[in-house]
């Protein structure tokens, strides 16, 4: 999975179609189970702007910002665009349990890395942590702290790599 972290910084250096298209398979190779411990597969995501949040319950910034990714998913309801937000380090029935006491119905998809292999696969440097993919599977952007996802900024930049 190292490589895989590897591959995909790769993806923001100019490189050949071959090296793209492996690195794209790779992304769309990744799956992680959901609250109901079925695996969500990245492949059903080929064709859309995808942003990557890597949170945990226990970490303030990421809660702070769950209502903000949780407006920029409604503003683009109906558009090629998802957010996946994947819990690291904890188990589907903590994050059931946070998402229960949230005064706010959650509609983003939502994913549980209960062993915390993304620390290291993802070389996670805190938390949160996001990665924002085009949809053609480039990496676009690591995002490295607390967003306001739900900003004109932030808009713009997803409807910009939309049209694209």
């Not at 100019?14 to 492949?43: I, T, V, W």
């Not at 949040?53 to 109906?78: D, K």
């Not at 957010?83 to 998809?109: N, R, Y």
């Amino acid at each position: 999975m190292r490589k895989l972290f590897v591959a995909l910084l790769l993806l923001t250096l100019p490189l050949g179609a071959s090296a793209q298209s492996s690195a794209e398979s790779e992304l769309y190779g990744l799956s992680f189970p959901g609250l109901n411990g079925a695996d969500h597969r990245f492949e059903q995501h080929r064709g859309e702007v995808v942003l990557v949040n890597f949170w945990a319950t226990w970490c303030p910034p990421c809660v702070r910002e769950m209502p903000a990714l949780n407006r920029l998913q409604s503003a683009f309801e109906g558009r090629p665009f998802s957010v996946l937000a994947i819990s690291a380090g904890e188990t589907a029935d903590e994050v059931s349990s946070f998402v229960e006491k949230l005064d706010l119905p959650l509609d983003l998809t939502l994913l549980i890395d209960s062993e915390g292999r993304t620390f290291k696969e993802f070389e996670l440097r805190g938390l949160p942590m996001s990665y924002l993919f085009s949809a053609q599977g480039e990496l676009v952007e690591v995002i490295s702290g607390e967003e306001e996802w739900d900003s004109e900024a932030w808009q713009a930049r997803i409807e910009k790599l939309l049209e694209s």
